[in-house]
């Protein structure tokens, strides 16, 4: 199917031979736009990104396909500020965003301009499905009425999700505002603070679990897996988590081939490779590399579909997608999965330093690519680009107006027509903020411990100035803040221009 008449192929002629952004401000088309985000995937996950002992053929099509970014960012090395940018086009420390709880309220403002909302205006039907994280209602949320405001006060005209992630409470899918196949008769409690009466955890029964917990998982157990938070009730409404990933997808699936004839934004915030890794039967093992290769796995095959359905409905040359992860990877994150056991030879990080919570480069630094069959030239792009330009980006390319200051109109980079992206980004972990411009990286000086030692993971803390060349030193491994005092100075000044003189009065997350 092409809806699309001829003058807007002209216009898009136009748009993808111009040198300048500029150039293109007034071709206006209107592409589906697909955004797959995935849930801690490392830089070195993908076999388009450099593992050898991991193939993602799928995801691999549309990095090879279109446009390979090495210098992607996420806006955050955690989940909720990444999610929040991404959706707000705005700097998530300016909302001290944190990651949240299953229970806690809604932190984007509903008369906030978010990502959908913008498609909105542009004539877009909004979906999402998959993983939310971004608080719901006003914190004193009932689970067995209409849950308000969430995702479809903030822009989304279908939402299928759960409220957290897969480790919290309440386990249930969320369908529009109400929990789906919920039991009148069998109400939802949830509580992060009290237990509940009669409510299995993994302290009371030991014997019910089928996995078992290492770091602050030890609650209500369901499907034999502990959870954070505890729920009661609700027995026909909970995920199967075997299931999860083949749910979200079919999910996927009818929202695009019930908007075949129309504009449509998916918003497919899948759940792996996040905890608790629990893969479908079919790839159980497949990855030899345990729990955490099998849901990459799987991930891959999900997208395979997605795109095979793009194919069959004749969508996919009139449908740009956009890949990427919300953070860097993480191993031990609460089970005892062998993830380190089984890892192998495998490097999730990509020779990156830190991971998921760091402010080295492999917290916030991610895969990212974009692909558009037909339309995008497949190209390596050495452009910094941050998932928090979308919003001003794909204003520009369907024509609507956005008032932003964070987020940078990068679409000539996105589409492969320019390798110039933004000069610098305020990178966030933790609430603790560092600062790239060009190939350099400043961190400056945090108190508290240097290495998460349940994870493994170092997270950027020093006494004094860090400041790498990631060009020449992309492992981060030479401190050159004492031999180039002016570069430091420099970047320190336009740092605190950005981000304010109070950079150092963060509220360090309590592990």
Not at 250 to 278: D, G, N, W
Not at 359 to 387: H, M, N
């Amino acid at each position: 199917m092409n809806r699309f008449p001829f003058f807007y192929l002209v216009g898009l002629s136009l748009l993808l031979g111009c040198t300048s952004q500029k150039e293109a401000t007034h071709d206006v088309i209107k592409p589906n736009i697909i955004l797959i985000y995935l849930d801690d995937l490392g830089y070195g996950d993908l076999s388009s990104y450099g593992a050898t002992e991991l193939q993602t053929p799928h995801i691999d099509r549309l990095v090879h396909g279109g446009v390979k970014f090495i210098n992607g960012y996420a806006s955050s090395a955690t989940c909720t500020p990444s999610r929040y940018a991404i959706l707000t086009g705005r700097y998530p420390w300016r909302k001290n965003a944190k990651i949240l709880s299953g229970t806690a309220p809604l932190i984007i403002d509903t008369a906030q301009m978010t990502l959908p909302k913008m498609l909105k205006k542009g004539g877009y039907a909004t979906g999402l499905v998959g993983k939310w994280h971004l608080g719901l209602g006003d914190g004193s949320v009932d689970w067995n009425e209409q849950i308000t405001p969430g995702p479809n006060e903030v822009g989304f005209d279908d939402a299928y999700y759960m409220a957290a992630t897969q480790d919290r409470v309440p386990t249930v899918y969320i369908d529009n505002g109400y929990v789906a196949n919920l039991d009148p008769n069998n109400p939802i409690t949830v509580s992060y603070k009290q237990p509940l009466a009669d409510v299995p955890t993994a302290v009371s029964h030991p014997e019910k679990l089928t996995m078992k917990p290492l770091i602050g998982h030890q609650n209500t157990i369901v499907n034999g897996v502990p959870r954070i938070g505890y729920m009661k009730g609700g027995a026909t409404a909970r995920w199967k988590d075997v299931d999860m990933a083949d749910h979200f997808l079919a999910k996927s699936q009818a929202f695009i081939q019930a908007h075949k004839t129309e504009p449509f934004f998916l918003y497919y915030a899948m759940q792996q490779p996040h905890v608790p890794r629990i893969p479908h039967p079919r790839f159980a093992g497949k990855s030899k590399l345990g729990p955490r290769g099998d849901v990459i796995l799987e991930a891959d095959w999900c997208i395979g579909e997605l795109m095979k359905t793009l194919e069959e409905e004749d969508l996919l040359e009139n449908t740009l997608l956009i890949f990427s992860s919300d953070n860097g990877p993480v191993l031990n994150d609460g089970y005892d999965d062998q993830a380190v056991e089984l890892l192998g030879d495998h490097t999730p990080t990509g020779g990156l330093r830190g991971g998921k919570y760091s402010l080295f480069d492999a917290g916030a630094r991610v895969p990212l690519a974009t692909y558009w069959k037909g339309k995008i030239k497949p190209t390596v792009s050495e452009a910094l680009v941050c998932q928090m330009d979308l919003l001003a980006s794909l204003a520009r390319l369907v024509g609507t107006e956005v008032a932003t200051s964070d987020s940078q109109d990068l679409l000539s980079a996105l589409l492969g027509q320019t390798h110039t992206g933004r000069k610098a980004l305020v990178i966030e972990a933790t609430t603790r903020t560092a600062y790239r411009e060009g190939d350099w990286i400043m961190i400056p000086p945090y108190g508290g411990r240097k290495l998460l030692t349940d994870v493994n993971i170092e997270i950027g803390n020093d006494t004094t100035f860090q400041l790498y060349n990631l060009k020449e030193d992309v492992a981060q491994q030479h401190n050159l803040a004492e031999t180039e005092p002016e570069r430091l100075k420099q970047m320190l000044d336009a740092f605190v221009e950005i981000r304010g003189e109070d950079y150092l009065d963060y509220q360090p997350i309590q592990w």
